[in-house]
């Protein structure tokens, strides 16, 4: 299967620990993108990667966030001295440029990894 | 500011009972509006991407139209294995591959 994978599913840490979350997208996959999820709300954008670059950054994105693609291949987000406020699901997705045709996706069509649970003590 | 409106936000069906989610919408300059399904502790699985008002896509008992200000995703006869969170994203701007912008998302339970 050549989806997109996250790791770890499930992160528990107490607060003021540093965390960091992997997202490997599809291959060949130029565009990367990370949400955040809390119960009873929709994803809401965090940040995105066009290969390496990083094209784009919430608001939501504070300080203590912070993400990297390097080579433009996996990204890495990694959350320092964590709060209970950070507990969410961390969701991955990924999706082919303009011109890209991989199994029959449209350029704009986002696919989404299974999630990183967070939970802060 | 983009925003979307989902409704009703909980919805509960027998199985067979037909029925539709809605999903309002404002946006400047809309490039896409999607479809997804969520189940619980996963991420959201694609269903489909609509790109201009008077279109439609189908798949198995889900149907998704589009208007100028909404979108409806229409489940005929539904199943037990349908029961689970639908999303609705819209993706604004000149530029391809933007953020999407989510709505809360319609929770739908179908008994058997």
């Known amino acids: 299967d050549t989806g997109v994978s996250q790791d770890p599913r499930h992160k528990i840490t107490k607060r003021g620990q540093n965390v960091t979350f992997r997202c490997d997208p599809i291959s060949e996959h130029n565009r990367l993108y990370w949400y955040r999820q809390t119960l009873g709300q929709g994803p809401e954008f965090l940040t995105y990667f066009q290969n390496e670059a990083q094209l784009e950054k919430s608001r939501l994105l504070s300080d203590r966030f912070s993400a990297e693609r390097p080579k433009g291949s996996f990204s890495t987000l990694e959350i320092q001295r964590t709060e209970q406020g950070d507990s969410a699901m961390y969701l991955c997705?990924?999706?082919?440029?303009?011109?890209?045709?991989?199994?029959?996706?449209?350029?704009?069509?986002?696919?989404f990894g299974p999630g990183t649970r967070l939970t802060v003590l | 500011e983009d925003q979307v409106t989902q409704s009703p936000e909980a919805l509960r069906l027998q199985e067979g009972e037909s029925s539709s989610l809605n999903c309002s919408y404002t946006?400047?300059?809309?490039?896409?509006l999607f479809w997804y399904r969520q189940d619980p502790g996963k991420g959201p699985e694609f269903l489909f991407t609509?790109?201009?008002a008077g279109e439609e896509k189908e798949k198995e008992r889900l149907k998704a139209t589009l208007t100028k200000k909404e979108s409806f995703l229409h489940i005929t006869a539904p199943k037990p294995e349908d029961s689970a969170t639908y999303l609705c994203?819209?993706?604004?701007?000149?530029?391809?591959?933007?953020?999407?912008?989510f709505g809360k998302g319609t929770r739908l339970s179908v008994i058997a």
């Open positions: 997705a990924s999706s082919p440029i303009l011109g890209q045709r991989e199994a029959g996706y449209r350029y704009n069509e986002q696919f």
């Open positions: 609509l790109y201009s």
């Open positions: 994203a819209v993706q604004a701007g000149t530029s391809g591959n933007t953020p999407l912008v």
């Open positions: 946006v400047s300059g809309l490039r896409g």
